[in-house]
């Protein structure tokens, strides 16, 4: 190949580079113009729904089963404090001090993990909220770090009883059962503005695996956590 062949290549490759980071630097931009609006439009308009919500509902069409998605929406002064308190809680004891993100239960799940326990997430309620709302389920180290992404975001641009009111209307408590309200209906008939304190306990001790646990036959795991969480509510403060 001559010279100046071998120059038109290195400069078409060059060329190509070039054009290519600049896209991926237009797309960078543009994802994160968009992220911050659509927490900022979150932040005012309630989300009508999730990719969870939507997932479930097909899952219960492969099954046989009605689409289903049992939804009402609260808005944070219509929730009951026992409610709040005991998400705070059984979920998240450090909701209020933290800006996202607990250390503690971060290093304190790798470890139970690397040890070989059963794995268990060190989410906070924040984290939660962000992959509930923004994401898609599944586990991977991508979609982590767009969690810890929005995370952030609804950090700076919610308000703490935003994310908690957010958090406790679009997670699923049950089989194509999303949010306080709904499963309030469901499991006491009741509003979830009026749940005793034990109610509140025991609605909360099954959010980890709400498809396996229900408050309307719980097991002596579900009981002893309800017990837990009832004491560690005394010592709760909400988000002012």
């Known amino acids: 190949m001559s010279s100046k062949k071998k120059y038109s290549a290195g400069k078409g490759s060059r060329s190509l580079f070039i054009s290519i980071l600049t896209y991926l630097k237009r797309a960078f931009v543009?994802?994160?113009?968009?992220?911050?609006?659509?927490?900022?439009?979150?932040?005012?308009?309630?989300?009508?729904?999730?990719?969870?919500?939507?997932?479930?509902?097909?899952?219960?069409?492969?099954?046989?089963?009605?689409?289903?998605?049992?939804?009402?929406?609260?808005?944070?002064?219509?929730?009951?404090?026992?409610?709040?308190?005991?998400?705070?809680?059984?979920?998240?004891?450090?909701?209020?001090?933290?800006w996202g993100f607990d250390a503690n239960a971060i290093q304190k799940a790798y470890l139970k993990n690397r040890a070989g326990k059963p794995i268990r997430g060190g989410s906070t309620i924040s984290q939660q909220t962000a992959k509930n709302v923004f994401l898609w389920g599944g586990r991977s180290w991508l979609r982590k770090g767009f969690e810890a992404w929005f995370t952030v975001l609804i950090e700076v641009f919610w308000s703490k009883q935003r994310i908690l009111e957010v958090y406790l209307n679009v997670i699923e408590m049950g089989d194509g059962i999303y949010g306080a309200e709904a499963a309030t209906q469901e499991y006491y008939s009741k509003s979830a503005r009026s749940m005793s304190r034990r109610q509140a306990a025991l609605l909360v001790a099954v959010f980890p695996n709400p498809r396996k646990w229900t408050p309307e036959h719980p097991t002596n795991y579900i009981y002893y956590k309800r017990g837990v969480i009832m004491r560690n509510m005394r010592y709760i403060r909400l988000p002012d």
């Open 30 to 98: 543009w994802f994160l113009a968009l992220s911050v609006l659509w927490v900022l439009l979150y932040r005012f308009i309630n989300p009508p729904f999730t990719s969870l919500m939507i997932q479930r509902g097909f899952e219960r069409k492969l099954d046989g089963k009605s689409w289903k998605i049992d939804q009402e929406w609260r808005d944070y002064d219509e929730l009951s404090a026992n409610l709040k308190k005991a998400a705070i809680a059984g979920e998240d004891a450090g909701f209020v001090q933290h």
